[in-house]
């Protein structure tokens, strides 16, 4: 385990220019075309106040090295906790950087006594995503309402107790 990695959530009042400007650079370290601009993260991470945000931090260099940012009050399934994007910066991945980052986000609503399942939009060939949320108890489903439809993604969905319960076995998994 490595311990310099710390996982915070960050308050949209506390936000600094540099903390958007480390998180910007995590989106765009694949150099994909739709990574999030500077402008639409300012809008995740300070504008949407209801928005619930966790970072990952190695406190070895004090960098943001991935980012979870969530949307509690979303359409999705007529009602669930989206997952707006999850990335982890590529010379930190298969480190269980991603899963922690879900588990901490659904710990973080469970404790609030959420009973709204997670859901989660994911393009049909980005397959070390579709692993990832496989492993942590995420399924496939079939869309439900129009905010669901996309030819071009899949829609997976998982409860809070469901995550949870991963969660435990797999930490319970690597101390055996
Ligand atoms: C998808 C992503 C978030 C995974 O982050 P990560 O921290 O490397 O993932 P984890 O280390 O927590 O991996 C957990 C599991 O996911 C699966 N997985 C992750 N990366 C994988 C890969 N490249 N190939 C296959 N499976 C993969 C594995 O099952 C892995 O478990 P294992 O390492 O025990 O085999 C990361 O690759 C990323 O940022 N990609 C670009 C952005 C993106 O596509 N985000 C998702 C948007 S929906």
């Given at each position: 385990m490595n311990t310099n990695l710390q996982y915070i959530k960050l308050e949209q009042s506390h936000v600094t220019p540099e903390q958007l400007k480390q998180i910007v650079s995590v989106e765009q370290a694949d150099g994909i075309e739709n990574a999030y601009s500077i402008e639409q993260i300012k809008n995740i991470?300070?504008?949407?106040?209801t928005n619930v945000n966790f970072v990952c931090i190695d406190s070895s260099s004090n960098q943001i090295i991935a980012h979870i940012a969530t949307n509690?009050?979303?359409?999705?399934r007529n009602g669930s906790i989206f997952v707006i994007n999850l990335v982890v910066s590529p010379e930190y991945r298969r480190l269980g950087i991603a899963q922690n980052l879900l588990f901490t986000a659904a710990q973080h609503y469970a404790t609030l006594g959420t009973t709204l399942p997670i859901s989660i939009t994911v393009d049909k060939d980005n397959l070390p995503a579709i692993n990832l949320y496989k492993k942590v108890g995420f399924e496939i489903v079939e869309p439900i309402c129009s905010a669901d439809e996309d030819d071009e993604q899949y829609i997976l969905v998982s409860s809070l107790e469901n995550l949870h319960n991963k969660m435990k076995s797999l930490n319970n998994s690597k101390t055996k």
């Open positions: 991470y300070i504008e949407k106040e509690p009050l979303s359409k999705r």
